[in-house]
């Protein structure tokens, strides 16, 4: 198997390059359409054909690339089935395994940060989008998002997983690149160290975040498999361009 880790810069978003040595084909989880370009350049480096993009949820603070890479390149759209989009190819649900060639990822339904929020395992891996971050998670005060579901998805789901696999989450702000059940179930100051229903509940009632400066846009856009608005503000604009440059993780 063949696995890249790719940092988009302007959201913090980690991409997933998966290809199967065997068949060629590749699919990329949670793609951004600023970093486009950079993923179709590493799966054409590495002699890939790009089969599917699997999308961990509706994304509220970056477009997902995943219709213009159909568009471009032919991949079909994978997505949560709990969000019956009518643009994806495929709905993916939990219990149903998601197989390409020699890969497979096990589903895992996860609300909580959104109400179709998807986790995938991979093996000794786990791809975890916004509901378990390293020593955080995902806010839980839009697009349905609940506390006591997302601690119980974390706790029933993901911290029942083996310690030792490794937790490839949605976004990291501080550079760090890979985390563990075990550690996360240790020292995640949010959900790690036996923390309480109760004390989960506090602490995200009192974050105290900003309104998601893209979210207005996101959302809609990404309801239909990654449309960029026709009309953004100045400041904006760049969350749509095409780069051809964004760092590696």
Partial sequence: MIFRQLFESLSSTYTYLIGDEETGQAILIDPVISAMQRDLAEVHRLGLTLAYTVDTHIHADHITAALELKRTVG???????????????????????????????????????????????????????DALLIDGCGRTDFQNGDADTLYKSVHDKLFTLPEDTLVYPGHDYQQRFVSSIAQEKRRNPRLGNDKTLEEFRDIMANLHLPYPRFIDYAVPGN???????????????????????????
């Fill in 223 to 249: 309801q239909q498999c990654g449309v960029c608005p026709c009309e953004l503000p100045e400041d904006l604009i760049r969350y749509c361009n095409q780069m051809t440059q964004s760092q590696q993780g």
């Fill in 75 to 129: 991949s079909k759209i994978a997505a949560p089935a709990y969000d019956r989009l009518p643009c994806a190819d495929v709905g993916i649900e939990e219990g149903v395994p998601f197989s390409l060639g020699g890969i497979t990822l096990q589903p895992l339904h996860t609300p909580g940060h959104t109400a179709g929020h998807f986790a995938y395992v991979l093996g000794e891996r786990v791809f975890t989008g």
